[in-house]
């Protein structure tokens, strides 16, 4: 489990550039590291379970933690492309968003919300990740006992062309590219790609109807 962090919490007008490059390189190269050291490993014994540590406040955004949602966000990112490229050497690949009373959580949150958020409630998140039948790119949030699922979703949303009020029918039309009703997790960045093709009518695409 990829686990280090610190904190520089300070809003981003503030910030030094220094205090938010250590962020990255503490979260997001020390994840980087740890796993490279076991990669090749995993890969020859075809078996293998890593687990980055992510964060609500890079998933929805924590004001005064810029750097440190920048680090949570990018975990989320390497996951996702190690999942892709583990999982034909038996590799799972995970992100878990613990809420707990931490040293990196002492005075943020009042002390009664502190005694219910006990690390050891989220070990068994962490444990589920972990075992022979984990999944795999899955985004796991625990805290106090509750387990949820975060998910990174594409919307239907809309095509408009190339004509020359693109810019305004985008603006006009933002609700409905928003629109969550038909909405999709990709199994990868090319479904993008697909999609956007299939709205022009270039290309088919799996998973919507145009």
């Known amino acids: 489990m990829n686990n280090a962090g610190i904190l520089r919490d300070k809003s981003f007008a503030k910030?030094?550039?220094?205090?938010?490059?250590?962020?990255?390189?503490?979260?997001?190269?020390?994840?980087?590291?740890?796993?490279?050291?076991?990669?090749?490993?995993?890969?020859?014994?075809?078996?293998?379970?890593?687990?980055?540590?992510?964060?609500?406040?890079?998933?929805?955004?924590?004001?005064?933690?810029?750097n440190y949602g920048a680090a949570k966000m990018a975990l989320v990112g390497l996951m996702q492309t190690l999942a892709l490229e583990g999982s034909r050497h038996g590799i799972h690949v995970n992100c878990l968003a613990p809420s707990a009373a931490t040293g990196m959580t002492?005075?943020?949150?009042?002390?009664?919300?502190?005694?219910?958020?006990?690390?050891?409630?989220?070990?068994?998140?962490?444990?589920?990740?972990?075992?022979?039948?984990?999944?795999?790119?899955?985004?796991?949030?625990?805290?106090?006992?509750?387990?949820?699922?975060a998910h990174v979703t594409m919307t239907r949303g809309v095509f408009v062309g190339d004509g020359h009020d693109t810019a305004a029918q985008v603006r006009e039309r933002l609700d409905e590219i928003q629109d969550r009703r038909v909405e999709v997790v990709p199994s990868s960045g090319w479904e993008q790609y697909q999609l956007e093709l299939a709205k022009a009518g270039l290309a088919p695409v799996a998973g919507f109807h145009t």
Not at 21 to 43: F, I, N, P
């Open 106 to 149: 002492q005075g943020v949150l009042p002390q009664q919300a502190l005694d219910g958020l006990q690390p050891e409630k989220v070990s068994p998140g962490l444990v589920a990740l972990v075992g022979d039948d984990a999944p795999t790119r899955m985004i796991l949030l625990a805290g106090a006992g509750s387990f949820e699922c």
């Open 15 to 66: 910030m030094p550039l220094a205090d938010f490059q250590l962020v990255l390189d503490v979260h997001v190269m020390g994840a980087v590291h740890c796993t490279k050291a076991v990669w090749e490993a995993m890969r020859e014994q075809k078996h293998g379970r890593i687990v980055m540590t992510t964060s609500s406040s890079g998933l929805y955004g924590n004001f005064g933690q810029a």
